[in-house]
């Protein structure tokens, strides 16, 4: 939505779904962790609508109505097989629909967007957000902790400790109280491990670096 806009607003009022919202509060409410880091990256405030509340943002209520009836009564004959499909026959009626004059008033929604909101919004930062998700660990016996059926060592020194794992698609960060412990590349290999030597405990490690003709046993 940010990037169609171009810019990005100081205060964000969405509904209260699980997705977004893990404690409504009207005051104090509790977000979820990755829709409070996509917060954090655009620095908007996240103010969310009362449960039940429609009235909260009825602007926003009307016009996502408007927007579903115009859209889908002209794609309700056409097939689509892909999201990405689906996205390219939207995009141009979207804009036809943003340029269309008011029946009422003059302009058009494009024209009221660009001089009355766009002046009131703040430019995007020059980084672009990346998604990622959190999750509660457990750091295991082996030392290592477990994201979608692939483990990731830790400091060994952190066993049987509940840890915080943060991952996106390219990587994947462990959180000891709010300190970063490991950081690994994403692994999309089930049941297989990434290890960082310097996690292993020194027993661990000097065997790992044993070779078959330098084995102590062996030389023995």
């Known amino acids: 939505m940010l990037e169609f806009y171009g810019c990005s607003p100081t ?8 997705v977004g919202v893990t404690k409504a509060d009207r005051y104090e409410p509790e977000l979820q962790r990755s829709y409070e880091e996509m917060a ?11 449960p039940f509340r429609p009235r909260d943002k009825p602007r926003a209520e009307l016009t996502v109505l408007l927007v579903c009836r115009w859209i889908l009564a002209r794609l309700r004959h056409q097939h689509f097989f892909s999201l990405d ?10 804009i036809e629909l943003n340029d269309r004059a008011f029946q009422k008033l003059p302009g058009s929604r494009r024209s009221v967007f660009e001089s009355l909101d ?11 957000y990346v998604y990622a998700e959190w999750k509660r660990v457990r750091a295991a ?3 290592h902790v477990d994201v979608d059926r692939h483990y990731y060592s830790v400091p060994h020194a952190l066993v049987g400790q509940e840890l915080s794992a943060r991952f ?5 960060e462990v959180f000891h109280r709010g300190e ?8 999309y290999q089930r049941g297989a491990h990434t290890t960082i030597s310097e996690h292993m405990p020194q027993s661990h490690r000097a065997h790992a670096q044993w070779t078959l003709g330098a084995s102590p046993a062996l030389r023995a």
């Open 40 to 50: 954090a990256h655009f620095g908007i405030a996240v103010i969310p609508a009362r």
């Open 141 to 143: 016996f082996d030392y």
């Open 118 to 128: 766009r002046p009131a919004m703040r430019a995007l930062p020059a980084t672009p």
């Open 168 to 172: 996106s698609a390219s990587t994947v």
């Open 11 to 18: 205060i964000l009022v969405p509904d209260n779904p699980r």
């Open 85 to 94: 499909e689906l996205n390219g026959a939207i995009r141009p009626l979207l």
């Open 180 to 187: 970063r412990v490991a950081s690994h590349v994403r692994s």
